[in-house]
Every structure is written in C-alpha cells, then in structure tokens.
C-alpha cells in the first residue's frame, strides 16, 4: 500500500515568506506526527495529531509555526515569516497509535531552504 | 545527560564483519525503542523494534535490549556496503509517544 507522502519534495523560499508543507498519512494511521532535521539539532519532534484530540504542540520552535490536520487525514505545516535557521528538512511520520509500540513510518520529506 | 545517546561515529567495518550499534536512554520507564536506517539525503526507515528483554532477530540485523542498564543495541551480520548508512535509535516519549531521536551512528562498510 502507498506510504506516507509530501509535498513538496523541495522548497526554496526567501526570508520572510510563508510557506505551507503537506503531509498525506498511510490510509487508517490516526497519529500524525511532523519532525525537522536539521545540521547540528538531529531530528526534533514538533507537533503531534491524534484522531479529533487537540494537537501536542510543545515541540513547535516559535509562534510563527503551526499546523493543522483536515478531516483526520492530510495534514499543513504553515511556516509564516521563514527566517534562515528554518532551513531544514520537515518529515511527516504516521503510525496506528494503540498504543506506544506501535511503530511510526516516515514520509520522504521536504527539504526547506530559506534565502 | 541526552535522553537517548549514540556514538556519531563514523563506525567503519570490513564488509562481511559484524557491526555493532549502541544506544543508551534516560527515561529507566521506556518500553518500547526503535532503529532507523537513514541513508544520506533520504528519510528514516525503521528496520527494527524491540519492547523486551533479550534479543530479537530479523535476518541479519539482531536488536538487543537490557532495561536494567537502560542499553538497546542493534548488530548487523555479514554487513554489506548497502548497509553503510546512518542508524538511529528512537525512543517513544510523553503521552503522545513523539519519538527521541539520539543523534544517530553513522556506518561505514567497507571493500
């Protein structure tokens, strides 16, 4: 079956723009999870879905950052006002989210570069 | 101290060799723990989880934990330059169970 999917795969933006990233989960996954990549922070967690739950924010960076999840389904991780240190690859991961075994699985990304 | 802490590495084994990656966590509750194999420029792919004592196995790669030393470890057998990637070990966190990521071990195998 399709995995989890994002697009797009590359954004270059210049600072001060927003941007909108998009996060399709595996048909059936309740959870839905975004984390950033970036050179010397790894990989961080920033916000979490969960069915018709409010979302667990406390990973989001700043204000300027925030998602939401239409439907139970796809996902929008809007950046306003991108600054530099935004640069880095967002994933998308989903999982079924019974419980804390069940395993998450990672989209290919969206590489940001903020100029 | 980090949650979760990896060796960055590089680890460089012969190809054929056993390759042998660490992990240690914080948090003496965790249950369940996670390896990813990330290649370069590509998202993590998880290869193998493990919520026991012991070992588990999965055609080469062999997960092992030990909660009392709070320790999970990932062995690669007869490793092969297709597996010359970066590992990451992932454990689930708070109520959301939002993975920690430890910084990852990157493998090299080589010739």
């Known amino acids: 079956g399709a995995g989890v999917s994002q697009s797009p795969s590359n954004k270059v933006t210049e600072k001060g723009k927003d941007v909108e990233l998009r996060c399709d989960p595996i048909?059936?996954?309740?959870?839905l999870y975004w984390y950033r990549q970036s050179l010397g922070q790894g990989l961080e967690f920033l916000i979490y879905?969960?069915?018709?739950?409010?979302?667990?924010k406390s990973g989001l960076p700043s204000d300027r950052f925030s998602a939401e999840r239409t439907g139970g389904s796809v996902s929008t991780l809007t950046i306003q006002r991108t600054q530099q240190e935004d640069s880095a690859v967002y994933l998308c991961?989903?999982?079924?989210?019974?419980?804390?075994?069940?395993?998450?699985?990672f989209g290919p990304g969206t590489r940001l570069t903020v100029l | 101290q980090k949650e979760v802490e990896q060796n960055s590495g590089p680890l460089s084994v012969p190809e054929g060799a056993i390759a042998s990656l660490n992990c240690t966590y914080s948090?003496?509750?965790?249950?369940?723990f996670f390896w990813y194999r990330q290649y370069s420029g590509k998202s993590p792919e998880l290869i193998m989880s493990?919520?026991?004592?012991g070992d588990k196995e999965d055609g080469r790669f062999t997960a092992q934990l030990n909660k009392a030393s709070q320790y999970v470890s990932l062995l690669i057998r007869d490793s092969q330059p297709s597996d010359s990637a970066t590992y990451l070990c992932a454990v689930p966190t708070g109520t959301a169970s939002k993975l920690t990521f430890g910084t990852g071990t990157r493998l090299q195998v080589t010739l």
């Open positions: 948090d003496r509750g965790s249950q369940s």
């Open positions: 048909s059936g996954h309740t959870a």
């Open positions: 493990i919520y026991s004592n």
């Open positions: 879905f969960q069915g018709n739950s409010a979302p667990d």
């Open positions: 991961a989903s999982s079924l989210a019974r419980t804390e075994r069940d395993e998450q699985f």
